[in-house]
Structure formats: C-alpha cells, structure tokens
C-alpha cells in the first residue's frame, strides 16, 4: 500500500508561479510512473505531466500539450516525493491537483490507468 500527500496549492495572480509537492509514504517500487493531474469544476480529470522512474532512477518525462514550456515535473526519490514546477500560470490552470502513481510501463493520460492517488490540493489563479 502506498499513500500520498500533495501540498504546496493556493491562490496566485496570472503569470506567477507554484511548486507543488507529493510526499510518497508506504511501499514504492523502484520501477514505476509517477504523474500529476488536475481537475476544475464541471470537468473530467487530466493528465498534467508524468514521470518514468527506473530502478529508482529518473527518466522519460511527458507533458499535456496545454502546459509544455510552463511546468516542469521532478523528484527526489531519495525523499520520496514528486514535484510539480509551475510557471507562467493562466486562469484556466485553476484546478485541483492531484499526485498519482502506477505501477505499469509507460505514461498513460489516462486517469483509471493509476493504482494510487493522493487528495489534491487546490491551485486558484486570479486574472
């Protein structure tokens, strides 16, 4: 079982920046995806940006085509966490956000795709 915390959310004007974070507690394996994904009011969840971690190793990143050049997703597996870097954020960024991991090879968009979930934690970007 794992478990996962985000944090790091909150209110920023347009064109600011936020770093979010996602603390991993529990028993990870040393191959595996790890990925963000948001979720704004009256629509579906997803895929923000993911990560490939081989053998504890970062590797292969991918990026939803709305956020490339803006975010930049990161870890520290020694401290078991994953980080979301937000720049040059739009209104249409306001979400909650969400950590996930899965345990299968591969990036996938898709949201049922994922094993584990954190709570979220909400991004609000005032224009």
């Known amino acids: 079982q794992v478990q996962l915390v985000e944090s790091g959310g909150g209110l920023v004007q347009a064109g600011g920046s936020l770093r979010l974070s996602c603390t991993f507690s529990?028993?990870?394996?040393?191959?595996?995806?790890s990925s963000w994904f948001r979720q704004a009011p009256g629509k579906e969840r997803e895929f923000v940006a993911g990560?490939?971690?081989?053998?504890?190793?970062?590797?292969?990143?991918d990026y939803a085509d709305s956020v490339k050049g803006r975010f930049t997703i990161s870890g520290d597996n020694a401290k078991n966490t994953l980080y979301l870097q937000m720049n040059s954020l739009k209104s249409e960024d306001t979400a909650v956000y969400y950590c996930?991991?899965?345990?299968?090879?591969?990036?996938?968009?898709?949201?049922?795709?994922?094993?584990?979930w954190g709570q979220g934690t909400q991004v609000t970007v005032s224009s």
């Open positions: 996930a991991l899965d345990m299968k090879i591969g990036i996938s968009h898709r949201s049922d795709s994922y094993d584990y």
């Open positions: 990560i490939r971690w081989t053998e504890s190793k970062p590797g292969y990143r």
């Open positions: 529990g028993r990870t394996p040393r191959t595996y995806t």
